[in-house]
C-alpha cells in the first residue's frame, strides 16, 4: 500500500479532496493537511488520516513527513508563495519525493521531482474541447464516469503472461497497451508483462471489476466497507448455549476475514457465569475488543455511536434479533453489510451459496461473494431457479459470474431448473447464503408466505442458514 501526502487549500480544494475521496479504491492511504473545514468529506474514509494546520509550518509540517514515508504529494493551495514555501520545506525533508502541484500562476521551478498541472490550460483545453473537429482527450469522453482506464499489470497478477486472446473480455475491452513507454501493436497472441499499462474501455462497473482483479484485490472483505467486524450481543434475549455458538462464529470470522479487530458489544447482561465465559473466551485474544453498554442506550444509539469510532466493516447479529426488524432497521443507513448467525455451524460450512434474483442487485455483490468465498475456504454454488419464469436476463447474469469466476480464478457450479428455490434450499446443508440487503426485507410481511415469490425476502427469514446481506444501491434496481 502506498502512502500520499495531500495538502489542500483554496478554491478547489473541497472538489479535488472529494474527487480524491471517489477514487478511493483503498489500495493507497492518505495522509490529508487542509486548513478549513469545509473541505472535509461528510463519509472518512479509512485509509484517510486528516490534519489540521498551516501547511507552511515547517515544524508541523516536519512531524507529518517524519511520520510516514510517503510515496508522493499532491498539493493545491491558495498564493504562488504558500506552494513554493511548503515545496522548500518538504524538499529540506525529503530529496527525491515525488511532488505534483496545481499551478494557476505560472510557477517556474528547476525540480526534475515536481510535476506542474497549469489550472488555466486544463481549463482553456476543457473549453477548447467543446468546439466542433477538435479532438477530445481520454478523461471528458463519455459520461466522464471511467468508460476507458489505464492499468498496470503488477508482479504476481493473474493478467501477466497471459495471451489477449486467452482473457474474457465481456462488457469491456483492451484496446491499447504502453511498454517502456511506447505504444506497441496489439493482436490476440499478444503476450502481456509485469509493467505493461493496459487500456481498457467498456462498462465503469467491469472496469473497476477488473482492475480489482488485476490488481489481485480480492481477500480484502470486510474493505471497503471499514476495518473492523462488530459482534452486537443484547444477553437478555440470548442464553447461555446461544452465547458461546455466537462467540465461537465471531471468533472463526475474526480469525478468517482480513479485519483488524473484532469488537463485542454487550448491553444487558444477566448473569455473571455468561459475562465470566464470554471474557475467558476471548482474553486471550489481542485482536478482540470488549466493550460493555453500562447505560443500556438500546440498539439504535450503540449501533450510531459505535458506527463512529470503530470503523465497522461487517456488523454481526444473532438470528433472535431480526425477530422485530423494526428495531433494528436503522443498520440500513449505515450501508454496512450483516452476518446473521443461522443455526448451523459456521465451522462446518462447505459451500458459499447464491440464489439468483433480479440482475442489478447480484450483480452489485458479485465481486464480494467471490471474495468472502475465497477467505472462508469455500466451494461457490449457485442456484438459477425461476419455477415461475418471471425473471428476464438470467442468461446475462449468469454470462457475468461465469466472467468473473475466470477473472478471479474461482470454480462455481451453477444448477438449473424450475424448482422452488426455498425448497431446493432447505435441503441443503453446511452452507454460507450470500445475498444483497435490502429495505423492503426488513418490512412486516403477511404470515402467509406463499403470497410471496421473491427468494431473497423468503431466505431472509430463515433463521437456519448463517447468511451474509450486502447493502446494495437499490435505485439501480428500478433502471
Same mark, same amino acid.
Given at each position: ?5 495531500? #495538502? ?53 509540517? %516536519? ?35 515525488? #511532488? ?13 521531482? /515536481? ?22 482527450? %481520454?478523461?471528458? @469522453? ?43 501493436? #496489439? ?22 471489476? /477488473?482492475?480489482?482483479? #488485476? ?23 440470548? $442464553?447461555?448455549?446461544? /452465547?458461546?455458538?455466537? @462467540? ?46 453500562? %447505560? $443500556? ?14 470503523? @465497522? ?56 461473494? !467471490?471474495?468472502? %468465498? ?33 477473472? !478471479? ?44 415469490? $421473491? ?25
Amino acid at each position: 500500500m502506498k502512502k500520499i501526502l495531500v #495538502i489542500l487549500d483554496g478554491i478547489v480544494a473541497k472538489r479535488l479532496m472529494q474527487r480524491i475521496v471517489e477514487a478511493n479504491t483503498g489500495e493507497n492511504s492518505y495522509d490529508v493537511i487542509y486548513l478549513n473545514d469545509v473541505i472535509l468529506p461528510v463519509q472518512k474514509p479509512s485509509n484517510f488520516t486528516f490534519y489540521k494546520f498551516d501547511p507552511t509550518s515547517k515544524s508541523k509540517l %516536519a512531524m507529518v513527513l517524519d511520520k510516514n514515508i510517503h510515496t508522493e504529494v499532491l498539493m493545491a493551495l491558495n498564493t504562488k508563495d504558500e506552494m513554493l514555501n511548503v515545496i522548500k520545506n518538504i524538499r529540506e525533508h525529503k530529496k527525491n519525493m515525488q #511532488i505534483n502541484i496545481l499551478d494557476y500562476w505560472g510557477i517556474k521551478i528547476n525540480d526534475e521531482y /515536481v510535476n506542474v498541472y497549469r489550472g488555466i490550460e486544463v481549463l482553456a483545453n476543457g473549453m477548447v474541447e467543446k468546439l466542433p473537429n477538435v479532438p477530445v482527450l %481520454a478523461q471528458n @469522453i463519455g459520461l466522464k464516469q471511467g468508460e476507458i482506464m489505464e492499468i498496470r499489470i503488477p508482479f504476481g497478477s493473474s493478467y501477466a503472461y497471459r495471451y489477449i486472446g486467452s482473457i474474457e473480455q465481456k462488457e469491456w475491452k483492451i484496446f491499447g497497451i504502453y511498454r517502456n513507454q511506447k505504444m506497441v501493436n #496489439i493482436k490476440p497472441s499478444f503476450v502481456i508483462k509485469p509493467n505493461d499499462i493496459i487500456l481498457v474501455i467498456g462498462n465503469p462497473k467491469v472496469l473497476m471489476q /477488473v482492475y480489482n482483479a #488485476i490488481g489481485k484485490t480480492q481477500g480484502q472483505f470486510p474493505m471497503p466497507f471499514g476495518h473492523n467486524v462488530y459482534l452486537y450481543l443484547d444477553l437478555y434475549l440470548e $442464553n447461555i448455549d446461544s /452465547v458461546k455458538k455466537v @462467540i465461537e462464529e465471531a471468533k472463526f470470522l475474526n480469525q478468517k476475514l482480513k479485519n483488524n479487530n473484532l469488537i463485542v458489544k454487550i448491553t444487558r447482561p444477566t448473569t455473571v457465569d455468561i459475562m465470566d465465559y464470554i471474557k475467558d473466551e476471548l482474553k486471550y485474544h489481542p485482536s478482540i475488543k470488549i466493550i460493555m453498554d453500562y %447505560a $443500556n442506550l438500546g440498539f439504535r444509539k450503540n449501533i450510531k455511536e459505535d458506527f463512529r469510532k470503530h470503523d @465497522i466493516g461487517l456488523i454481526i447479529l444473532t438470528s433472535v434479533m431480526f425477530e422485530d426488524t423494526s428495531k433494528i432497521s436503522r443498520i440500513l443507513e449505515m450501508k454496512v453489510p450483516i452476518f446473521k448467525i443461522g443455526k448451523e455451524n459456521l465451522k462446518s460450512v462447505k459451500q458459499t451459496v447464491v440464489v439468483l434474483n433480479d440482475t442489478h442487485s447480484y450483480e452489485q455483490i458479485s465481486p464480494i461473494i !467471490f471474495d468472502v %468465498a475465497s477467505q472462508i475456504k469455500t466451494k461457490i454454488k449457485i442456484f438459477d431457479l425461476d419455477p415461475i419464469g418471471s425473471q428476464k436476463n438470467k442468461s446475462n447474469l449468469l454470462a457475468h459470474f461465469e466472467n468473473l469466476s475466470k477473472i !478471479f480464478n474461482e470454480k462455481i457450479e451453477i444448477v438449473s431448473n424450475g424448482q422452488n428455490p426455498i425448497r431446493t434450499l432447505s435441503k441443503e446443508t453446511n452452507l454460507l447464503h450470500i445475498m444483497p440487503l435490502k429495505k423492503e426485507m426488513f418490512k412486516k410481511r403477511f404470515s402467509f408466505k406463499f403470497l410471496y415469490t $421473491n427468494s431473497d425476502f423468503l431466505s431472509f427469514d430463515n433463521s437456519v442458514n448463517n447468511q451474509l446481506l450486502i447493502p446494495i444501491s437499490e435505485d439501480e434496481d428500478k433502471e
